[in-house]
T-cell receptor
């Protein structure tokens, strides 16, 4: 039982490059979330998926897209990376009827 | 423009002391609160939660107190250990309606407090 897993752990991109961050969960949770965490700031919600087949914007969606591939997987895509997207990205999941979110280990992204 | 990171509040304690970490939340409609612990290089880890109809909840070595009058939340850690050194976040949950009538929970996180435990 791995919980929430994220790949890759680290990534360095050049400005303008694209990449997809992967998140998978084996907790059978319906809701999944993508956050970014910047130094001295709390977690900010980028996108979320309340259930399989649905996605919605969070606080800071610009420059990102998401795909809820199935119940287990929720990916975050940067089509054209910018230095402002240098951050640590966390995926989280939540079970229906509960409020607690469970987080993955994070992906550290540096955009040069 | 470039974002300037804010300095996080810090708390330094000696091993064995009790620690109290405070959090002010923003929305009186918040119905559920969580404390997370985040160690360096790791994701946030759930510690303890409390619903808005409670004032106090205890776990193993941790207690959460909720004062709705002043919108204040605190985390008390008893007999603090070096392994407790981390950043601690509070989060408040507000249920919102989505298009179509379903609701979802939205967590809003505080900045965090850095706890350092000295042996």
């Amino acid at each position: 039982n791995a919980g929430v897993t994220q790949t890759p752990k680290f990534q360095v991109l050049k400005t303008g490059q694209s990449m997809t961050l992967q998140c998978a969960q084996d907790m059978n949770h319906n809701s999944m979330y993508w956050y970014r965490q910047d130094p001295g700031m709390g977690l900010r919600l980028i996108y979320y998926s309340a259930s399989e087949g649905t996605t919605d914007k969070g606080e800071v969606p610009n420059g990102y897209n998401v795909s809820r591939l199935n119940k287990r997987e929720f990916s975050l895509r940067l089509e054209s990376a910018a230095p402002s997207q240098t951050s640590v990205y966390f995926c989280a999941t939540r079970s229906s009827g509960q409020e607690t979110q469970y987080f993955g280990p994070g992906t550290r992204l540096l955009v040069l | 423009g470039e974002n300037v990171g804010l300095h996080l509040p810090t708390l330094s304690v000696q091993e064995g002391d009790n620690s109290i970490i405070n959090c002010a939340y923003s929305n009186s409609a918040s119905d559920y609160f969580i404390w997370y612990k985040q160690e360096s290089g790791k994701g946030p880890q759930f510690i303890i939660d409390i619903r808005s109809n409670m004032d106090k909840r205890q776990g193993q070595r941790v207690t959460v107190l909720l004062n709705k009058t002043v919108k204040h939340l605190s985390l008390q850690i008893a007999a603090t250990q070096p392994g407790d050194s981390a950043v601690y976040f509070c989060a408040e949950n507000i249920n919102r309606l989505r298009a179509g009538g379903t609701s979802y929970g939205k967590l809003t996180f505080g900045q965090g407090t850095i706890l350092t435990v000295h042996p």
